[in-house]
């Protein structure tokens, strides 16, 4: 059983940057999938971005050449990178990990997910 552990949320203004970080115990992340969803206040789970075993990623098309997902397997962790930030973006964020073989956007693929992290983007 992989648990997965989030960090690095917090408030930012505007324009700013944050870093989310997700760490993985009971299992090693290189054997999965790993993305990145987001739920905002009053609104359904959407994904966010998913990284491949090979590091190949997809993006939602509202975080495209913002965000940054990035896998280092001998840390065991993933990380999204998250620039330019608006309010839009404040929601919490989960990461979740995909035993499959094909990188898909759908929460439904995922087998394992963490707590979540708020993230909160002031105007």
């Known amino acids: 059983q992989v648990q997965l552990v989030e960090s690095g949320g917090g408030l930012v203004q505007a324009g700013g940057s944050l870093g989310l970080s997700c760490t993985a115990s009971g299992g090693t992340i290189s054997t999965y999938i790993m993305g990145w969803f987001r739920r905002a206040p009053g609104k359904e789970r959407e994904f966010v971005a998913g990284?491949?075993?090979?590091?190949?990623?997809i993006y939602t098309d509202s975080v495209k050449g913002r965000f940054t997902i990035s896998r280092d397997n001998a840390e065991n962790t993933v990380y999204l990178r998250m620039n330019n930030l608006n309010p839009a973006d404040t929601a919490v964020y989960y990461c979740?990990?995909?035993?499959?073989?094909?990188?898909?956007?759908?929460?439904?693929?995922?087998?394992?997910w963490g707590q979540g992290t708020q993230v909160t983007v002031s105007s």
């Open positions: 990284i491949s075993r090979s590091s190949f990623s």
């Open positions: 979740a990990a995909d035993s499959s073989r094909v990188l898909t956007a759908s929460a439904s693929s995922y087998d394992y």
